[in-house]
């Protein structure tokens, strides 16, 4: 499995947030769809071997981390608005420590960067990092750490601090549009493409 | 510039279609949204080099493009919601043979598909295509052609056979994300990285 962990530094975490606003009340949760839609989608189906976390840190419950689990969802449709109903779902469901299911490969349990760094090994996409064409395909790793529209936050700077990082190109771009390319590179190792 | 035309053949062409209801009730509007997205957007602004005409083919009057010009468009949120407002701006507008201005980097008239493969030279984007990473600088073109969700009707590929196929991995992806992955190659090209 290949695991992405997209941080939405002012998403809601208030299960009515309104699907008609979700740039901006939502706290730029139009964002985070669209992560989960590049990481899920294909053309025709979904990456059976990805989970997309997303982790909530707006308010009022900061610190919802929502798991999406490529072999398990079911009717997701790569729309925003589809993909936030299912968020909506994720935050509705009591939170604990460990992860509960909302429904079918939807599951929400609360978390901070701090115990997810603790869990898994990360690397980070950043514009600064090693090249990930020049990787060998052993050595790119199965799970990495994105932010939103924001910079990482000192904090979050700090905890990440010393991670791999990987560069996908000159451009900065978007948080979705990284997962495409990186999903791209992995798709061109496994597919014996170069 | 680099051009692309995205080919939406269930989208409305009737501008109070309900921005609730993109996949649905609009024929896949969401999906035209996020090609427009990823032709224009970085992390913090608008690529300025780009072009990104959608030609929608739904009803009620099949046969409308809508014209989104990176260095004049304003006030445009990557959003899907956000997107699909200008297009019905766009819409709303008397539309001719030629272009008119609907706002700001933003036109609309009327076209089939004949008529912009006789005024402009296009490459497919198609995954019988050539690998784009395979293909020098100079013989990347640029204007392509992608479908959304539908492959191309016979009708349109009689008119685009022959046309130059490029590829971009293995993996049969959504036409915003092959969007993200022709644009990181020209980035890659312009900026000297492999």
């Given at each position: 499995m290949t695991s992405f962990l997209i941080i939405?530094?002012?998403?809601?975490?208030?299960?009515?947030?309104s699907l008609n606003d979700l740039p901006g009340k939502a706290g730029r949760m139009d964002l985070l769809c669209r992560t989960v839609s590049s990481s899920l989608f294909l053309s025709h189906g979904i990456r059976q071997n990805i989970i997309c976390d997303i982790l909530l840190l707006g308010p009022?419950?900061?610190g919802r981390l929502i798991r999406f689990i490529g072999n398990e969802i079911k009717n997701?449709?790569?729309?925003e608005r589809n993909i936030a109903s299912f968020i909506k779902i994720g935050l509705a469901i009591p939170a604990g420590k460990t992860f509960r299911q909302a429904s079918q490969g939807l599951y929400c349990r609360k978390a901070a960067l701090a115990d997810l760094l603790a869990e898994q090994e990360y690397a980070v996409l950043d514009e600064?990092?090693?090249?990930?064409?020049?990787?060998?395909a052993e050595n790119i790793p199965d799970a990495f750490i994105l932010s939103d529209n924001r910079n990482y936050t000192e904090e979050e700077q700090s905890l990440i601090a010393g991670l791999t990082e990987f560069s996908l190109g000159p451009a900065i771009v978007h948080a979705d549009h990284a997962i495409t390319l990186l999903l791209n590179e992995t798709d061109r190792r496994k597919s014996g493409w170069n």
């Amino acid at each position: 499995m290949t695991s992405f962990l997209i941080i939405g530094h002012t998403a809601s975490t208030d299960p009515s947030f309104s699907l008609n606003d979700l740039p901006g009340k939502a706290g730029r949760m139009d964002l985070l769809c669209r992560t989960v839609s590049s990481s899920l989608f294909l053309s025709h189906g979904i990456r059976q071997n990805i989970i997309c976390d997303i982790l909530l840190l707006g308010p009022p419950y900061p610190g919802r981390l929502i798991r999406f689990i490529g072999n398990e969802i079911k009717n997701l449709s790569p729309d925003e608005r589809n993909i936030a109903s299912f968020i909506k779902i994720g935050l509705a469901i009591p939170a604990g420590k460990t992860f509960r299911q909302a429904s079918q490969g939807l599951y929400c349990r609360k978390a901070a960067l701090a115990d997810l760094l603790a869990e898994q090994e990360y690397a980070v996409l950043d514009e600064s990092g090693t090249d990930i064409r020049t990787v060998p395909a052993e050595n790119i790793p199965d799970a990495f750490i994105l932010s939103d529209n924001r910079n990482y936050t000192e904090e979050e700077q700090s905890l990440i601090a010393g991670l791999t990082e990987f560069s996908l190109g000159p451009a900065i771009v978007h948080a979705d549009h990284a997962i495409t390319l990186l999903l791209n590179e992995t798709d061109r190792r496994k597919s014996g493409w170069n």
